[in-house]
């Protein structure tokens, strides 16, 4: 169902909201710091819904409906594991140094606690990586607005570039996270819906996991494989996933969802863009409230889909196929939003899918101009140049990043298994990340030698790791195996989850024994950056139940609570 | 802070629920059958309108509160 002039009125309105923002906020960008870090003047609920919203780009909506469909409930791991415990940690333990250390990036950071090629190697692989994200994130809105909207990828691509590219400019990243919150919002008003009708259609939760049952029989599991967490993960082969506990404790919930949450600038710009310490500590814990909802937003619409699909409801919905003859899993929530809503929900519908595709672009955009001009530019290129200079170069950046990032989108239309490698090189760039960061923080022997060594091997061991296994059922190359085959996984999800495993501990042990045999840097110097040189924070200005340690708890405990409810 | 999202973000929903519930009340009932007979248009229409209110007056109540 194409959509009709209510619909185009209503994604109208929106673009003037998203562009208003930008025009209204430009004035006050005065100096680099208002530009790239909103001159830390945010509230923290509002930082808390852009950390959660500059990480929900549409690839991760459409994608985790893709993975509720294939895997059913058991895809809540990559909330309530693979982020909110992160998120907590973030908040209550890491966010001190970030904040306190006064850096004004990640890279940033690790040149005050480590030194300068340790910054270097994390800049550059960070900045590389966010223009071709935004690339290939790009990319997927081009197919989708194709087949959604009609207009072709030439249009879509550049329109959305120009628009972002508009409100960045004039605003910074203060425009940046004033649209995450209003894309949050569009999100929820526009996905909430569609769970009530879906459900309402399969005669509610009970009709669902009814229809599920059969999904899992009809492909050999137990009848509960689709609707439960835990209770299938004791082996990889009884749940449609291919994992087991341990890899998913270690893999996706400590190693995989700590190196994200607790070190990528993307997120974690938005809590130091937070006004006070206390609200950049409070901001992913905020944002972890969400966080560990979204599940019912994102990935029931994929269990409904195949539910339906499976033995269809009253109005009859049911997933399309690929040309290959396999479900195209990416389209349930697309095809729902069409099959569901009428003209008018319609169109906010789909303002909330093109809001998820260009706040993601923006949030790596603003992370992207972020780096490169401090961390690249100044530090390497110009060094003493004045702040009115770096605010200039920061605007350059992001018209440069932008083009860079619709040129991937290109690549990425021509030459697929391109964007696939460099997806997997990114991968093992990140995988050993957090290693380095948690000996950085909490181990003060930690030396810049150290860090530098252990992320090289641990970037080296992933690639060694995936070049020497492989799923099972894969031909050895882009999957893995390429250079020998020692073991084989029992699914992909399970190859990353162990890849990442291997990269983090080889990291680890590098990182600690080249430490010990290199020069520490004087205590003085790591005042502020490291635990036990750091003096404690006291929170006394808020209420008890406001502490960021209270609130991590809370959150906990919670998420916890929801894990046991859907074991 | 020069901007309190709240105040945009009340105008966008108060527009947007406007459109909504308006266009849901006129609408031929017919275009329905695929939301499982409910106005959808209509009454999800009146909860944006209730969200953008509800920012509205957050928003306002703030920009008073710092003018005094």
Redesign the interface.
């Known amino acids: 169902m194409h959509p009709r002039e ?1 619909d185009w ?2 994604m109208g ?2 673009f003037v ?1 998203v562009l ?2 930008g025009y ?2 430009r ?2 960008v005065k100096t680099s710091t208002d530009y790239f870090l909103s001159g830390r ?3 923290a609920w ?1 930082a808390g819904l852009a950390f959660l919203s500059a990480n929900l780009g549409a690839q991760e909506v459409i994608g985790m409906a893709a993975s509720g469909a294939k895997y059913g409930m058991a895809t809540s791991h990559f909330y309530w594991v693979g982020a909110v415990p992160a998120m907590v940690f973030l908040g209550v333990f890491m966010m001190p140094f970030y904040y306190g250390s006064q850096a004004r990036s990640v890279p940033e950071y690790l040149k005050l606690r480590f030194d300068e090629k340790t910054r270097g190697l994390n800049a550059i692989s960070f900045a590389t990586m966010t223009v071709f994200s935004s690339g290939i994130s790009m990319y997927a809105m081009g197919l989708l607005l194709n087949l959604l909207l009609g207009w072709d990828f030439d249009t879509s691509v550049w329109l959305s570039a120009a628009v972002v590219l508009i409100y960045i400019l004039l605003g910074g990243l203060t425009s940046a996270i ?1 649209n995450e ?2 894309q949050f ?1 569009l999100i929820v ?1 526009g996905f909430a ?1 569609l769970v009530f ?1 879906g459900l ?2 399969l005669g509610g939760w009970q009709g669902l996991s009814a229809r599920l049952t059969h999904v899992a029989t009809a492909q050999g599991f137990a009848p509960q494989a689709w609707s439960s967490t835990w209770s299938q993960m004791g082996d990889p082969t009884s749940n449609p996933m291919g994992v087991e506990w341990f890899g998913v404790a270690m893999g996706l919930g400590f190693v995989l969802s700590f190196g994200y949450w607790c070190t990528d600038f993307l997120v974690v710009q938005r809590a130091m863009a937070a006004h006070s310490m206390s609200a950049a500590r409070r901001t992913p814990l905020i944002a972890a409230v969400p966080k560990m909802l979204f599940p019912f937003l994102v990935i029931v619409p994929g269990m409904i889909a195949i539910a339906s699909t499976q033995h269809t409801g ?2 009859g919905f049911v997933l399309p196929h690929k040309p290959d003859g396999t479900l195209n899993y990416d389209l349930s929530i697309p095809m729902m939003l069409s ?7 319609l169109g ?1 519908g789909l303002t909330a899918l093109l809001a998820s595709f260009m706040s993601g672009m923006a949030g790596n955009v603003t992370a992207f101009n972020t780096v490169w001009t401090y961390d690249i530019y100044q530090a390497y290129i110009n060094r003493g140049a004045s702040d009115h200079h770096y605010l200039n170069m920061g605007r350059v950046a992001t018209v440069f990043g932008i083009g860079l990032s619709v040129a991937a989108a290109y690549v990425a239309n021509h030459f697929n298994n391109i964007m696939d490698m460099l997806q997997l090189l990114f991968a093992f760039v990140n995988a050993p990340l957090f290693a380095t960061f948690l000996l950085g923080m909490f181990w003060k022997r930690a030396t810049g030698h150290g860090a530098f060594a252990g992320l090289l091997c641990g970037t080296a061991a992933a690639a060694l790791h995936h070049g020497l296994t492989l799923p099972r059922g894969s031909v050895a190359g882009i999957k893995g195996g390429w250079l020998a085959l020692l073991h084989a996984y029992p699914s992909e999800m399970a190859q990353n989850f162990w890849t990442a495993i291997w990269a983090f501990t080889v990291c680890l042990v590098v990182t600690i024994a080249v430490s010990l045999i290199t020069r520490p840097r004087a205590e003085n110097d790591l005042v502020g950056l490291v635990y036990s040189l750091t003096p404690r924070l006291r929170e006394t200005d808020r209420a008890w139940y406001a502490r960021p340690a209270v609130l991590g708890a809370g959150v906990l405990a919670a998420t916890l609570l929801l894990n046991l409810i859907f074991w | ?3 309190d ?1 709240r105040i ?2 009340g ?3 108060t ?2 629920g406007l ?2 519930t308006g ?2 009340f006129f ?1 031929d009932p017919v ?2 059958q ?3 007979g ?1 106005d ?2 209509l009454w ?2 009146l ?2 309108l209730l ?1 953008g209110a509800l920012m509205l007056c957050l928003g306002w109540r703030a920009a008073g509160g710092r003018t005094h």
């Open positions: 209510i009125v209503i309105v929106y909201f208003g923002v209204a906020l004035r006050q003047s945010i509230p509002v004033y919150v209003l919002f008003f819906p009708l309402k259609d009253a109005s099959h569901y809503f009428p003209h008018g929900m906010l | 802070m020069g901007l999202i945009p973000l105008v966008m929903f527009i947007l459109l909504l266009f849901g609408s275009i329905y695929r939301s499982l409910i959808i248009n999800w229409g909860a944006l969200f």
